[in-house]
């Protein structure tokens, strides 16, 4: 696929369907996303791919922590929006007001998008990356640089992705399940599989014209 294609057509898929994804080609992502940059060829990174059963585990405790009002508590810091900066709040109420635009209620809106992050998005499976504690915080761009290099190589091969937050928010249970160490941080949980023609999926976030984010000093 022509890399600008791969580029743009990468996008946030909310539901995925039931067909699952090989071995091999889960290993073929990961290879090639290894060829992102690190700091000082550190390549911080490592990956652990829930598939099967182990999945479902990781499906099952989700749904039950979020059942239970379970505070989450992931890795990195997070902090309210309302605390981020006006530009960045300013981006993230226009998706809002997109994404409700996108169906035909708020109600209806909001009842998709919930029951999508309840289901994890019904992955065929997440990857999750991880880096050493004992690091900098410039791991944290090297594995971000690593995220997205395994996201378009998912999508020249047809997989769909999408990164989550929720999936990371209860990291000592992924911990468990998946033989993951102390000593290793999670940075975030890549959900991936084939996109359903749900109208969901059907929804593309814009992005601000580039003169908003560029400056260009001779």
Do not use: C
Not at 158 to 167: E, H, L, Q, V, W
Not at 192 to 210: F, W
């Amino acid at each position: 696929m022509e890399f600008d294609r791969v580029v743009t057509g990468r996008h946030s898929v909310r539901e995925f369907s039931e067909r699952s994804i090989s071995h091999s080609k889960l290993r073929q992502i990961v290879k090639l996303a290894q060829w992102a940059p690190s700091w000082v060829n550190s390549q911080p990174w490592k990956v652990y791919i829930a598939t099967g059963k182990h999945l479902e585990d990781i499906k099952a405790m989700f749904q039950q922590k979020d059942a239970a009002h379970t505070k989450s508590n992931p890795d990195l810091a997070v902090m309210s929006r309302t605390q981020w900066n006006e530009r960045t709040q300013a981006n993230m109420k226009k998706w809002r007001h997109d994404i409700v635009a996108h169906f035909s209620t708020f109600d209806e809106a909001h009842s998709k998008m919930t029951r999508a992050m309840n289901t994890l998005n019904s992955a065929a499976a997440i990857a999750y990356i991880t880096i050493p504690t004992q690091t900098p915080d410039w791991s944290i761009l090297d594995s971000g640089a690593f995220a997205q290099t395994l996201m378009l190589a998912a999508k020249d091969l047809g997989i769909d992705s999408i990164p989550t937050y929720n999936s990371v928010r209860f990291p000592d249970e992924i911990r468990s399940i998946l033989g993951i160490p102390t000593t290793e941080r999670l940075m975030v949980g890549i959900e991936l599989g084939y996109a359903t023609n749900s109208h969901i999926n059907h929804y593309r976030s814009d992005r601000v014209p580039v003169d908003e984010i560029l400056k260009i000093e001779d």
